[in-house]
C-alpha cells in the first residue's frame, strides 16, 4: 500500500450550509413579487378588484398598521388568513394568535388561522440548517400541503372575502405564501400584491 492511501482520512458528509438571506435582499423579492403583479392588474379587463387578495409578513411590521392599511378604500381587506403552522412567538408577541384575533376584533377583521397551509417544524428545521434547499422546500410544499382538498378551501376564502394571508418572512418569495398566491393566480387569473 502506499502512503498516501495510509495517511488519507475517511470522507466525511458535507454539511449544507444554510443560506442565509439578508433583510435587503427580502426587501428586493418584495419589490420584484408587486412590481410583477402590479403590470398583471394594469393589463387584465373585467376585473372587481385590482388585486384579488394580499399576503403579507409580519418582520418588519406591526399588526395595529397592518390592520390599519387593511382599512384604506384600495386595499379593504376584511378577513386575515394565518398561514403559520405555530402561530406564536416569544420575540413578538404582538403577533401572537390570541393577540392578533382580538386585535382583528377590534378592527372589524375576520381572523381564520389555517394551521393545514403552515409548514411543519421539522420541514423548517431542514430548511433553515441547510439540508434542504428552498427549491426543494417549495416542492416540497407544492406536492403536501397545496393540495386539492386545501386548495379548493382557499379558492372559496379568497371568492368570498378581501382576503390577505400573513407568514412571517419579509419577502414573500422567501415564504411558502408565494406558492399559495401563485397557485390562485394560475388558477383562477387572480392577481395578488404582498404588503
Not at 105 to 126: C, E, F, Q
Not at 142 to 150: C, H, P, S, T
Not at 165 to 177: A, D, N, S, V
Request: with cysteine.
Amino acid at each position: 500500500m502506499s502512503d498516501n492511501k495510509k495517511d488519507a482520512k475517511p470522507t466525511e458528509s458535507i454539511k449544507l450550509k444554510p443560506k442565509r438571506i439578508s433583510p435587503f435582499e427580502h426587501i428586493r423579492s418584495q419589490r420584484r413579487w408587486n412590481l410583477e403583479r402590479l403590470n398583471r392588474a394594469f393589463v387584465r379587463r373585467n376585473f372587481k378588484r385590482f388585486f384579488d387578495f394580499f399576503t403579507v409578513g409580519t418582520s418588519n411590521k406591526k399588526p395595529w398598521e397592518l390592520l390599519n392599511l387593511f382599512k384604506l378604500p384600495v386595499f379593504s381587506c376584511n378577513l386575515l388568513i394565518d398561514i403559520r403552522s405555530n402561530p406564536y412567538s416569544r420575540h413578538t408577541p404582538d403577533w401572537n394568535k390570541n393577540n392578533l384575533s382580538e386585535l382583528c376584533k377590534v378592527k372589524d377583521i375576520g381572523y381564520v388561522h389555517m394551521a393545514n397551509l403552515g409548514t411543519p417544524s421539522a420541514i423548517r428545521k431542514l430548511l433553515y440548517s441547510g439540508q434542504m434547499t428552498y427549491e426543494q422546500f417549495f416542492l416540497w410544499y407544492d406536492e403536501n400541503i397545496l393540495l386539492q382538498k386545501n386548495l379548493e378551501e382557499i379558492v372559496e376564502i379568497v371568492r368570498n372575502n378581501n382576503a390577505a394571508f400573513l407568514c412571517t418572512e419579509i419577502g414573500p418569495t422567501y415564504c411558502h405564501r408565494h406558492r399559495i398566491a401563485l397557485k390562485l393566480e394560475e388558477n383562477l387569473g387572480y392577481v395578488s400584491f404582498d404588503l
